[in-house]
């Protein structure tokens, strides 16, 4: 059923990248065929789902069996709680992250928190210390938001002398979505009462690793959150229950988990995770501090490493973009290694610091064909090529990688990561 | 703490409601105060957490200990598998239900499909029956929407003749909200080509209750989806792993699971799930039938039965509205059983037949109150007051119950259900 027909097609940029009006329309393609293999059928036999009763209802429900597979990513570790797990993006779709796989990243384990006797202090350049229990936050009004949540050393392997063979989750997958609840920060610190030497505050987990981070009083005083649900339900262990500071567009590591201290202050701490860790070294050998807002980007899932193509024909790229200023603007798409570019189609509703989901219908002949996405936000922020962005940083330097990556398909469908 | 500051809370409605700017502007009430009993504090002992490290990094994370009581509200059953569990309303937040709390609804029990061997015909008024596999539909190209999904019986305890004392889930939890992301049932109906004389589709389940339902064919070229993943996972079993038909705003059960059959008819079938069943008995004895599309309507979540308030104060009510029309224009609250109204804000992004929260900010004397929502959708439409939803229907009708809820507090803070 996969014929040519270029007319209806509307081909728009090199290497089989078609309008993305044909997604949207129905028809616009269908003589194409998206499907390869379909037969036609008269009837089928019931199958034996429908020959005796079901399973019972649960309280709690669990993936499909077929599915027990789409797991995070745990790599072998010498301190099991200490390192990171990816969440398998091109194994999900759409924007929402489910709880169970959001990405974690500990620097001593997840702690076991009782929220009866967990406390937040807020203290220092302030008229008045208040100590907050889990109780007495949730009389606080709430307010709901999608955001993506990143880790700055997210996609960190794009530095590399060569290309690493890996999933997209395993390059990427330290980025996760989730529609977060909680209460404003501004409006503690404003029962707090600011001192007008106050600049920044510092915030402090309860963790065994005692992590702490200074961020800028204006960060704090504009969307920042102390989160207490996620995606519906209380915040689970491993993203901070009970409570976690949530910085939308920032850097993962200052959006403290398992939130315990907030301490107003006239200059940073320059604590070791904001100057030896999460600094960006420079390649005139200075370190940029604080560069914790989160660059424009965008990842190509499908196709992706360890998804190989089965055979020509037509089918629809996606991905996902985002940016830590604000919305994504648009999103293109090269087949051709970065000659021509299509523009393709972003999933509603565009959110300011959330994902994205952008798709894009392709025609692949069976050639050997280099795949790359690039996006701009709303501030007009584009996302650079990787040769732009490693002449920035000095050596090993990994972190706020947002450099265009590419996927290169060979002429039996194998996917392999590229530098293009 | 806990004062009383009129000038700045600017009351709006009667028994105590206020300006719902208070919940945007920080600082418009913090001299009334949100919590109680805060102490301050000069600093705190490191807690236990600190002092070891913590649990490892996992590859599906599970809800925190102390959230293991948030469950769907699983009824004894004769036949465990028939009937439905509630999503848990009143303990969850935002908008997003998380995949194992949506509320299930079967006939005949959760069915294990082998997604390898599932195949979706669709035949009947059609140029060329069409056969699929799982594997076939993942080529084609997909959407993503968030979107509410609503048993056509929740709330039908409204029509009791006295209220009926259960939680807000118990009551209204036969409705979640998920991102789902599919393919567009138009694609699929126009690859298969439809005869001049189509009006109807009947979609069939491949579970042991054979569900079938007819659906105007207009829903099914607008906005239907054949529906692959959910919250970014596949689909879980208890929600038609490995294909659903999804009918945004469309009473839940035509949105059959497991689908494994699309007969397009020129008539609907009138099978037992459209006669006896899923139609509403009129007051004059005629029943209504194919009466698919939900209605407008708002329930109150907190306070509401089983969360009584501690004391008196300032507090957040909220809850949430939708409407199978689209978006969600107003939701007004009273305190006093309906005698003055309040504006409540509504939490952005409103999507078209999606779940949205509302909040406005409540300062509680003490004194009895009687808590109302009503909501307005972007066609107009209002939701009724009981006494006029109940004049319209025969007795017993409790499908399609949109009427609005009242929640009383007495003097010591319980909650009950009322009818007002």
């Not at 036609?40 to 499909?64: C, F, V």
């Not at 939130?259 to 701490?269: F, Q």
């Not at 190989?308 to 919305?327: H, T, V």
Request: with cysteine; proline share 7%; glycine share 12%.
């Amino acid at each position: 059923m996969v014929t040519d027909d270029g007319e209806r097609e509307e081909r728009i940029a090199g290497g089989g990248l078609l309008h993305r009006r044909a997604l949207l329309v129905a028809g616009a393609v269908s003589a194409g065929g998206w499907a390869s293999g379909l037969g036609a059928a008269t009837g089928a036999r019931s199958p034996d789902s429908m020959r005796a009763p079901g399973a019972p209802l649960s309280g709690y429900g669990a993936p499909a069996p077929s599915a027990a597979k789409i797991q995070r990513l745990v790599p072998n570790l010498p301190f099991p709680g200490s390192g990171s797990a990816r969440t398998p993006l091109e194994l999900l779709e759409g924007t929402i992250t489910p709880n169970g796989l959001h990405f974690e990243r500990h620097h001593n384990g997840v702690p076991a928190i009782d929220p009866a006797t967990h406390e937040l202090l807020i203290h220092g350049l302030v008229r008045q210390p208040l100590l907050f229990r889990y109780e007495d936050l949730l009389r606080y009004p709430r307010e709901s938001r999608i955001l993506f949540l990143e880790c700055s050393g997210n996609s960190g392997t794009i530095a590399a002398a060569t290309p690493v063979q890996a999933s997209a989750g395993q390059l990427n997958g330290l980025v996760s979505c989730a529609e977060w609840t909680g209460v404003r920060l501004s409006t503690l610190l404003d029962e707090a009462g600011l001192d007008p030497a106050a600049r920044w505050v510092q915030a402090e987990g309860a963790d065994a690793a005692g992590m702490t981070r200074s961020i800028p009083l204006s960060i704090c005083l504009d969307d920042a959150m102390i989160a207490l649900f996620q995606n519906g339900e209380p915040l689970r262990p491993q993203q901070g229950f009970p409570m976690r500071l949530l910085l939308p567009g920032i850097e993962g590591n200052a959006s403290i988990k398992w939130l315990r201290r907030l301490k107003v202050m006239a200059t940073p701490a320059f604590s070791r995770e904001e100057t030896s860790k999460y600094s960006d070294l420079l390649i005139d050998g200075r370190a940029e501090l604080f560069s914790l807002r989160m660059g424009v980007k965008s990842v190509i899932l499908a196709p992706s490493f360890g998804l190989d193509l089965a055979g020509p024909g037509l089918r629809e790229i996606s991905g996902l973009a985002w940016s830590g200023r604000g919305r994504i603007r648009r999103v293109e798409v090269s087949a051709d290694g970065g000659a021509s570019w299509a523009e393709a189609a972003l999933g509603e509703p565009v959110l300011p610091k959330a994902l994205t989901r952008f798709r894009i219908p392709w025609r692949w002949e069976g050639g050997v064909a280099t795949l790359m996405s690039r996006a701009v936000d709303e501030s007009g922020a584009e996302q650079p090529r990787r040769a732009d962005w490693i002449a920035k940083y000095g050596p090993g330097q990994g972190y706020h990688s947002n450099a265009i990556q590419s996927w290169r398909i060979d002429g039996q469908g194998h996917v392999s990561h590229v530098y293009a």
